[in-house]
């Protein structure tokens, strides 16, 4: 074959398979946008028809919050696929059977398979948590190791099959395999409850104190600002536990979701303001505060 067949024949393929392999390349690129964009759209509707819903801006639904972390999943599955199905459709222009690379394949399959069993466990736990709706973007969670309540804590920003990206408190994106996530709190499902301790002196007069606090208790339930965040009354258990010297009063409150920390805050702001008067506080600024579910 001389150089003029050879470039009458470079140039016929150019024309017709090089041309169709440039438009591939191209629309594969393009539906990638666009499954892309149309990810971004849902989940913006989704954030603002979840802040019309609810009474906090900042918090999503766990309906709309599980809808949001499947598109992303959703989406990662589809740029996927158009990319693979491009990919073959490029090696048939080239005049390449598919059919040798079956075994070829297989073997590297095989071979991946030894290779990334740490990415197929990302890939099937994260199927878990989108299954089970173990979490969602917009949820605060604290992940350790089973059996302890100390770990990671931040609000998940992310999830697809094979990661979750948290930001902390401290502003820190922190991210984690899915297969390395083996202990989930969910501190923001369906409800939270926020647990505040009082020490007073024992030579305290309980009925005051419990009456004040109840009275507290009624006026933050009855203020505009927060009567939106609680989802039942609050109570004053009474006494928790009794020391040398001292006893705690507590109380409990049920509240929105991820809203504890708010309420807490409060609560504790008007009983040591309070109960500061009185005089019957144990080291008013030691105050032991825990949450619960």
């Known amino acids: ?14 024309r017709g398979k090089g041309l169709e392999v440039v438009l591939i ?5 393009l539906l990638a946008r666009a499954v ?12 603002k028809l979840a802040k019309q819903q609810i009474r906090d801006e900042y918090m999503l639904s766990e309906r709309n919050k599980h809808v949001a972390a499947v598109v992303q999943a959703l989406e990662w599955a589809s740029v996927a696929l158009i990319y693979s199905i491009s990919f073959v459709l490029v ?3 080239f005049d390449l059977p598919i059919t040798t690379l079956v075994a070829p394949a297989t073997v590297v399959g095989v071979a991946l398979g030894f290779g990334a069993q740490r990415i197929v466990q990302d890939l099937l736990s994260g199927f878990f948590i989108f299954a089970e709706r173990q979490f969602g973007v917009g949820d605060i969670i604290r992940v350790g190791q089973p059996g302890t309540l100390t770990g990671i804590s931040g609000t998940v920003e992310e999830v697809t099959l094979r990661i979750t990206r948290l930001r902390t408190l401290a502003g820190e994106q922190v991210i984690l395999p899915n ?6 709190v969910n501190l ?5 409850q ?4 009082f020490p007073v ?3 305290s007069d309980f009925v005051q104190i419990r009456s004040l606090l109840e009275s507290i208790s009624a006026d933050l339930a009855h203020d505009p600002k927060w009567s939106g965040f609680l989802v039942g009354p609050i109570t004053v258990s009474g006494i928790e536990a009794i020391s040398p010297g001292m006893a705690t009063v507590r109380m409990l409150a049920k509240t929105l979701p991820a809203q504890q920390w708010e309420v807490g805050r409060e609560l504790r702001f008007r009983g040591l303001s309070e109960l500061g008067k009185l005089g019957v506080l144990v080291e008013p600024g030691n105050l032991n505060v825990t949450y619960g579910p």
Request: aromatic share 8%; proline share 0%; charged share 15%.
């Open 25 to 29: 390349v191209l629309a594969s690129i």
């Open 1 to 14: 074959m001389n150089l003029t067949e050879l470039k009458t024949q470079y140039l016929t393929w150019a």
């Open 91 to 93: 090696l048939t222009r």
């Open 194 to 197: 926020v647990v505040v301790d």
């Open 179 to 184: 297969s390395q996530i083996l202990q989930v």
């Open 188 to 192: 923001s499902r369906d409800w939270s």
């Open 36 to 47: 892309h964009y149309l990810g971004t759209r849902v989940s913006d509707h989704l954030s």
């Open 201 to 203: 002196r024992q030579s």
